[in-house]
């Protein structure tokens, strides 16, 4: 089994940053594509951005030149740098995995929990 922990949400104030991780944990063998996505109140969750395992990185329109994704391979680790927040990017973080284990060498997506990040104007 995987687990996924995301830390580093908070409340802050409209222009402010904060940085978010997701630590995976388990029986991990491989880690191909991790990424944060995010869900606000009433809407459908979207993607924010995403890294592959050869650190190539795609960002939502809505976050190009504020936020950067980073990983950490060797901590199993996935960063969100975010900066020049806004009140839009209220809501829920969560973070995916696609890993393959241990027990079965074929690649699963897994989620975290969310960690809540709420900005302030």
């Known amino acids: 089994q995987v687990h996924l922990v995301e830390s580093g949400g908070d409340l802050v104030q409209a222009g402010g940053s904060l940085r978010l991780s997701c630590a995976a944990s388990g029986s991990i063998l491989s880690i191909n594509a991790m990424g944060w996505y995010r869900q606000a109140p009433g809407k459908q969750r979207e993607l924010v951005a995403t890294?592959?395992?050869?650190?190539?990185?795609n960002y939502a329109d809505s976050v190009k030149g504020r936020f950067t994704i980073s990983r950490d391979n060797a901590k199993n680790t996935v960063y969100l740098q975010m900066n020049s927040l806004k009140p839009e990017d209220t809501a829920v973080y969560l973070c995916?995995?696609?890993?393959?284990?241990?027990?079965?060498?074929?690649?699963?997506?897994?989620w975290g929990q969310g960690t809540q990040v709420t900005v302030s104007s």
């Open positions: 995916n995995a696609v890993v393959a284990t241990m027990t079965n060498a074929r690649y699963y997506r897994y």
């Open positions: 890294i592959t395992s050869g650190s190539s990185t």
